[in-house]
């Protein structure tokens, strides 16, 4: 069964304060890894897909990457308004099998960033 | 309109009434998905239709019964829900052979009294 678990629960940061947040997780076969964003009330907001170890994305002033066992998301220089939780999740499994398209969620990190 | 819109936004509903969360996806996606998302939880798979063919019940009990009449549109009929059943629910859509992470609707906050 895949598992995915994110630390810390929350985390909370002063403007431009760069941090990191992490997502470990145990899979059969790896078919990607994603990170969302969600705002309170709404449905989380894709960010970024990983697919290999060794893998980097950026966007604005997030950085995503990916090794065997956990994803680190870097912000640098957070403004208030990226303050949200962010989910990981991975994907796994063959195609045709069951498990096939289904992504399992970490608990999520709940990020806070004060002006 | 575009994306996966849900309906409605929020929900206040008895134990013993009917309703039912409808889902619609723009995107041409073959895949959808039902979630929920409880305070302090991971989401939750409840349900995943691969083109129509429901694939995946994860021991969701019966009071929640998924519908899912073409890839665009989805539904959750609910009946005799409990007070534990409030929550966020959320659809999903994805296309499923390119192995592409999900589009999410905005979810329907349902409150059980």
């Known amino acids: 069964e895949d598992q995915v678990t994110q630390s810390p629960e929350a985390l909370r940061l002063q403007e431009g304060e760069s941090s990191s947040l992490n997502c470990s997780y145990t899979v059969s076969g790896l078919r990607g890894l994603f990170w969302y964003r969600q705002d309170p009330g709404k449905g989380p907001e894709f960010l970024f897909t990983l697919y290999s170890a060794g893998e980097e994305k950026e966007k604005e002033r997030l950085k995503a990457t990916l090794t065997k066992k956990e994803s680190f998301l870097h912000i640098t220089a957070p403004k208030p308004e990226d303050s949200a939780t962010y989910l990981c999740a991975v994907s796994s499994g063959s195609a045709g099998g069951t498990s096939y398209g289904k992504l399992t969620f970490g608990q999520g990190t709940i990020l806070t960033v004060h002006p | ?113």
């Open chain 2, 1 to 113: 309109e575009t994306g996966v819109t849900q309906t409605p936004r929020h929900l206040v509903m008895g134990m013993t009434n009917k309703k039912s969360l409808k889902c619609e996806q723009h995107l041409g996606h073959n895949a959808m998905y039902w979630y929920k998302q409880s305070a302090k939880k991971p989401l939750e798979l409840m349900f995943v239709y691969n083109f129509k063919e429901q694939t995946e019940n994860n021991s969701v009990p019966s009071r929640f019964s998924p519908e899912c009449p073409n890839s665009s549109h989805l539904f959750l009929h609910l009946h005799t829900l409990q007070p534990e059943d409030s929550a966020l629910y959320l659809c999903a859509s994805s296309q499923v052979a390119q192995g592409y992470g999900y589009t999410f609707g905005s979810g329907t906050r349902l409150t059980v009294v």
